[in-house]
């Protein structure tokens, strides 16, 4: 069996850093790369797309609103579904001339902080992102919540898709992860994350906070890098994985 | 004889207006893109290249500083050329990707504003812009100035280049543009600018303000449009030279 | 009887104009500047204060959210209280400094935009806006609305405060502005909108769009200068004014 | 005798961080608040200024180019001096409004990067910063290198001044910052800081590279605080001027 683990990166800005990209792209198989929007600029996704070919990790735009004050988790509105799509479009296009220089290829989409939770709330943004996607290069993944309106839109307009589970994450019977104001919702343990993990890809099902069962295939699996302790359950959730037996690979024969 | 009429445009930006697109994309056959560094934003961008599609109309990204404040207009110095080649790329990928949303391609690159001077002024300027196209698509045409900096990078690196001639503007003898701060460097009389032009294509040569005579190959007249004034000369520079038997069509095959 | 005439002003930004500011600053007793937020930057700022300071009228900060590309107008979500606080303090001190240096000085405060609405529907953001000015200057007047969760806050935090009133709107029962989106919400005609103004300031009360009666003092009128047509109502509300005997006077004693 | 210990602060922005701040205001007796433009934000601005306040530590303003993709530290070229006079009373007047809100009080302003290093090489930059601190506040302290532009600037616009040291900075015979780039140039030993730091104050004159003696008075010592171990040498310096008898206080009676 074969799965993929994704992680966002590319997320300094300019003078500032943040996360350890280096140790991340030598764990995950697929790189989130930030688009200038939320975090990063040209320099920083050229080198985080540089590194990533190096290390054999496929890349995807991680394309946000245009909010680099509330590093893309402000929800902004007011802009139409065109507006939407066509800032996503920008972003995509721009990620991949800077992968093209960097000597990568970008093969997926992620939308980011809260463009990224409203695709998994609202049809009309999940079908924007969507087309955004189609309309740049038809054969790009979107990744997608499985169960939810992203992955709806995803189908409807017959994208590729990878349908993700978050390692650290508990999730509500509706499919959507829980909260983080509820306490538990986030895992802290990396030895936790990593059996929920495996226990979510053996019975090809999402187990809820109320204990009911919501079958899904999972493609990639997201882990985070922004802190040292991230990165060490990024690490466990890898080790377990290939201990299970199973492979490590981008969901997109990308490199 | 064949010959291009370019203008910058898409310098709208958000809630603001600048130029008439709508005039100018009916006289001239390619037009250069802000990428919303200096003007313009996905929505202008999309808006743009939609219409320029509609009038047959080639398309070019137009990068610059990432200077929203100074129009472009500003010199910027500090950034390496390996910095300047990454921000030229992120915003030609921005405008390839608007553009295929749009059912258009971009087919060449102008450089605006100060960027665009320093191109004819500094040879490892003219070389990262150079290497920026190259890198995100080596069959893109580098606009560039006869006989400078920038002709001779696009030459060096091996790309297709079209050499510009301002219809609105003196030459010095080394081939630059006369300053704008010396008295009659900026022609204001539309009939004026249409025989220069066609004295220009016929004599197969620039002649400077001191009467000398640089032979030059010209494929693309830049005309502007930002005020009813230069859309007036832009007509009278397209009608003198369809009278004089010229084809206005786009260096490139673009559509 | 003294009555105020707001507008807002300084809404040009870089190398883009908007509006026709010296018309209006010789229509209106007050004008609410952009702080380089959502239009305006400390250029414009400038100009606006000094042609202010030359025609005898009041200035104010006209903050709002960090929105160049959407004008403002569009809601974003997810900053706490606090945030916002320092958020618009800035911009006040901002435009303070600015019109110092054109020798003026700033005597009020009239959010602008999504901002400017969200504080006649949100006591919390209605505070916070008013905490700011307090903080900054507790002799600022903030502009509200009357009967609304603005003019509540600035009573409860005891600042000098502005009634207004809209020339060109219709108005609800509950003393919101009837929805744009509703046919005849937006009054295109001057003689209305002067007619409708007198009768508001003689009845001492604004009648709604169902006929009711809100009882208020209102003591200034907000009238705008985008557009030709906008200007002609300006003067015309102006006019009318002066014509029944009322003299117009900021409602800060400024200049 | 008396001095002051000034250290660029507050240059963390959004979900970025820099520096150690709280260790460098348990240090240093003056703080220089980056004002929004290249780093921090108003919500940096704010906590800066709060622990400032709380720390009984002077604060400063401390203005830029408007260039947070470059930190400040490139040389943007194309503003009139009337316009880098607005960019300044700008911020200025931006950190006065987020001061008074924390309880605190602008007393100086430093300019920082390209534009602090111009200050020091153009008469008519120099003035213009000075200008806008006279236009804001007359009573403000310009922050200035002793024998250079800003010193004549200061002087011959009457304002207050506080003539500064690098601790960690080689001298040139004209009394410039030795060029980073020439080897020798940044001082890395914080014993070898401290001393430099006493023998100026104890000579009451500058030792150049060359062995030059530049005879000036001192009114603040510059350390930095973006290293653990920046940190370590800014308590050196500390410990070594109280080993020898000063007192260390703002230049301005602050706080």
Redesign the interface.
């Known amino acids: 069996m074969r799965i993929d683990l994704n992680s966002d990166m590319g997320e300094?800005?300019?003078?500032?850093?943040?996360g350890d990209d280096p140790a991340m792209l030598s764990i995950v198989t697929s790189a989130n790369i930030a688009c200038?929007f939320h975090?990063g600029?040209?320099?920083v996704?050229?080198e985080t797309a540089r590194v990533a070919r190096a290390n054999g990790v496929a890349i995807g735009a991680h394309p946000s609103f245009?909010?680099?004050?509330?590093?893309g988790?402000?929800?902004?509105?007011?802009?139409s579904m065109a507006?939407i799509?066509?800032?996503v479009?920008?972003?995509?296009?721009?990620?991949?001339?800077?992968a093209?220089?960097a000597g990568h290829r970008v093969t997926h989409v992620k939308a980011h902080g809260?463009l990224g939770n409203l695709i998994n709330e609202e049809d009309d943004l999940a079908l924007a992102v969507g087309r955004?996607i189609k309309?740049?290069d038809p054969g790009l993944f979107y990744i997608v919540m499985p169960g939810r309106n992203s992955e709806r839109a995803a189908d409807k307009l017959g994208l590729p898709l990878a349908r993700e589970f978050f390692a650290d994450r508990t999730y509500d019977d509706d499919g959507q992860l829980t909260s983080r104001k509820r306490p538990g919702a986030v895992i802290h343990d990396a030895a936790g994350a990593a059996r929920r993990v495996l226990d979510t890809l053996n019975d090809r099902a999402i187990t809820t906070v109320n204990g009911r069962r919501i079958p899904v295939g999972i493609d990639t699996i997201c882990v985070h890098g922004d802190t040292p302790a991230a990165v060490d359950m990024a690490r466990a959730v890898r080790k377990a994985l290939e201990a299970s037996g199973m492979t490590l690979k981008p969901f997109a024969a990308a490199v």
Chains 1, 2, 3, 4 share one sequence.
């Open positions: 300094s800005y300019a003078a500032w850093r943040m200038g975090a600029d040209w320099n996704m050229h245009n909010d680099r004050d509330g590093f988790r402000r929800v902004i509105r007011g802009d507006e799509e066509r800032m479009a920008y972003q995509i296009g721009a990620m991949q001339a800077i093209t220089m809260s955004a309309a740049v």
